[in-house]
């Protein structure tokens, strides 16, 4: 962390955190047009909140948004890693917190004193939407590349399998995202932090 | 609606498949705009960009661009050793899905008697196949997931001729880059010569140890489970090999020409 306190989010992390949400947005609406080419759940996505106008356009923007996804998300995991933040920012996870602390935020007496710091269910949050992302891409990997990975597509239910996690997955990231943008509005500062950097 | 491309009516002289796919490459030009125009709604982006309709053009080039980008990323991903998942036959998928540009009621009836395997491009020996030749070859059989672009799959039993096998017996350019296919339906489409050289990848003469029928693509499809739907050709008329870029039915409208795992 630089020496400068007032300092909430890093340059390098405010980056990433906004490429991410382009790909994800990207990602996600393209995504309900490609489900809706087989509606597997037994219901369609409003085509007007889709991305692509059909088929092949909606695919041709996720095969090019994934690069985004992927690339970015490894430079996010491996600068965490490497700069010790992931440990220092999202651990230790106590149940015993997130559950005080969920309650808390319910009755809407959860602090935020300290945007640099965050609280357990923060950590539980942000923490999920991490390894969801992982699980999105490894699905994605069997649904695009079925026979080149052949453990990875065992380990997840065979291609229909895998197109199920991959499904699940997108929806844990929109309830991820709702969540994350509820709280925003509640603390409109934290959008000026992740913006300016303080 | 799309419009049907009729590249099989097209004469090929001896070395004809960089014409051939040059000529490919400007009829497909009107079902091209289509897709443009189609794909111009991007949901509710355009309000929220204010982009205007050559932003869009540009955008789907770029897009159209990356997925040239991905066929090559695609290549450079495929191990020609690994072997798609095959099933014990308990776990056909009965009945096995219909599935075309067209619908089932214009399925094409092709005359087996008259019907012949015509070669072009790089190979040694261009002469046709009749469909008693290719029945005398070698046959094998596999099970395995047919897994469609739209998302849904289904498991099928397919035999008929290695294509690697017949490949070779042609004298057809192993380093060449492409092998095309025209057929008797109308559809064209072509792939890697990794993929058509794939130990799983044949020329189905039948399905469920029963001649090809003509909803499945009598009298010969190209069956590869590493492929999408798509990339399967039903009806084959014409095969050629090719240096040049020959595009696709669907691929030319925007699907990704690799299409494949």
């Known amino acids: ?198 | 609606m799309i419009q049907r491309l009729r590249p099989h009516k097209i004469v090929l002289p001896g070395e004809g498949a960089d014409m051939l796919a040059d000529a490919i490459g400007r009829i497909a030009q009107p079902s091209r705009r289509a897709f443009l125009k189609r794909s111009l709604t991007l949901g509710g982006l355009t309000l929220l960009t204010g982009c205007t309709t050559s932003d869009q053009d540009s955008i789907e080039a770029a897009l159209m661009r990356i997925s040239r980008f991905n066929d090559s990323a695609q290549g450079l991903l495929f191990n020609p050793n690994l072997l798609a998942p095959t099933y014990p036959e308990s776990m056909i998928t009965d009945p096995f899905p219909f599935n075309a540009y067209y619908s089932e009621d214009e399925v094409r009836e092709i005359d087996g008697d008259v019907w012949r395997l015509e070669l072009s491009g790089m190979m040694a020996d261009r002469r046709p196949w009749t469909l008693a030749q290719l029945r005398a070859l070698p046959q094998q059989s596999q099970v395995t997931r047919h897994i469609c672009v739209e998302g849904w799959s289904a498991i099928g039993k397919w035999g008929g001729v290695l294509f690697s096998h017949f490949l070779k017996l042609v004298g057809a350019d192993l380093g060449a880059k492409y092998v095309g296919f025209k057929c008797g339906d109308d559809y064209f489409t072509s792939i890697d010569m990794a993929t058509a050289l794939h130990a799983q990848t044949i020329m189905a003469l039948t399905y469920n140890d029963q001649p090809l029928p003509p909803r499945y693509g009598f009298p010969m499809k190209l069956r590869m489970p590493t492929k999408l739907g798509y990339k399967n050709p039903k009806h084959i008329q014409v095969i050629f090999v090719t240096n040049t870029y020959p595009g696709g039915y669907w691929e030319d409208q925007g699907y990704n020409w690799f299409g494949g795992s």
């Open chain 1, 1 to 198: 962390m630089p020496d400068d306190r007032s300092i909430v989010h890093p340059f390098w992390l405010r980056i990433t955190h906004w490429l991410n949400a382009i790909a994800v947005i990207l990602l996600v609406t393209s995504g309900w047009r490609i489900y809706n080419a087989t509606e597997f759940f037994g219901f369609g996505i409003p085509r007007s909140m889709t991305l692509g106008g059909w088929l092949a356009g909606a695919l041709q923007w996720h095969f090019a948004a994934m690069w985004l996804l992927f690339f970015n998300g490894v430079l996010y995991l491996l600068i965490n890693a490497f700069t010790g933040r992931l440990r220092r920012q999202f651990f230790p996870i106590r149940p015993r917190a997130v559950l005080q602390e969920m309650g808390a935020a319910l009755r809407g007496r959860l602090a935020h004193d300290d945007l640099r710091h965050y609280n357990s269910v923060q950590r539980l949050a942000y923490v999920f939407v991490m390894v969801d992302s992982v699980v999105l891409v490894l699905s994605g990997l069997v649904l695009w590349k079925s026979v080149q990975f052949p453990l990875l597509r065992e380990l997840l239910g065979g291609y229909e399998g895998a197109r199920r996690i991959h499904f699940f997955a997108m929806a844990g990231m929109c309830a991820f995202i709702l969540v994350h943008v509820v709280m925003v509005v509640l603390v409109p500062r934290t959008l000026i932090a992740m913006l300016r950097g303080r």
